[in-house]
Structures are given as C-alpha cells and as structure tokens.
C-alpha cells in the first residue's frame, strides 16, 4: 500500500518561515521524482518545486529564492523549507511522487500566512 503523508503545516506570520515533509511508504522512493504542489480556494493546484531521484530540482518563480525542496533517501522524505512566506503562499500543500506511469499523491497539509 502506496502511502505519501505530509507534515509541518500550520499558521505563520508574513515574513516566517515553515519546513515541510513527505514521508512516503510502499514505494521505492529514490527512483521517484518527488514535487510539492499547492492549490489555493478557487484556485488549480500549482507545481511549488520539484526533486527528481537524481536530485536535480526546479523552482515555480513565485518561489524562487525563497524555497528549497530537498530529499533523504535514507529516510524515505522529501521536505520543502519555505522563508520569507506571504499571504499569497497561504494554500494547501500536497506532495506528490511520480515514477511514470505511475504517481501517487498525499492528502495535503495546510499552511496559512497571516498576521
């Protein structure tokens, strides 16, 4: 059973800083690029950042300089460490691992940035 759970979600001021993870199971996690994505109300989810199982990695530009994906294959997680957050990065927050054609998402955690 293909499970991928996120943590570390949670209300923050503007200009704060949050540090999420995925945990997946039931995969074999490092041949799987791995991505977090986020939808905001009455918006479509949008790809946040990417790693890929050769640790190559990409950045939306809303986030660029302000985000880090990274991955522990020992550990089966991929984390996303956001600074400097703003209200627009307030969203829920899914991780997603895809080794085509295969693709397995999380439930979502949310993350809220307000004062």
């Known amino acids: 059973q293909v499970q991928l759970v996120e943590s570390g979600g949670g209300l923050v001021q503007p200009g704060g800083s949050l540090r999420l993870s995925c945990t997946a199971s039931g995969i074999t996690f490092r041949i799987y690029d791995m991505g977090w994505y986020r939808q905001a109300p009455g918006k479509q989810r949008e790809l946040v950042a990417a790693?890929?199982?050769?640790?190559?990695?990409y950045y939306a530009d809303s986030v660029k300089g302000r985000v880090t994906i990274s991955r522990d294959n020992t550990k089966n997680m991929v984390y996303l460490q956001m600074n400097s957050l703003k209200p627009e990065d307030t969203a829920v927050y899914y991780c997603?691992?895809?080794?085509?054609?295969?693709?397995?998402w999380g439930q979502g955690t949310q993350v809220t940035v307000s004062s």
């Open positions: 997603k691992g895809l080794s085509f054609p295969r693709d397995y």
């Open positions: 790693i890929t199982g050769g640790f190559s990695t």
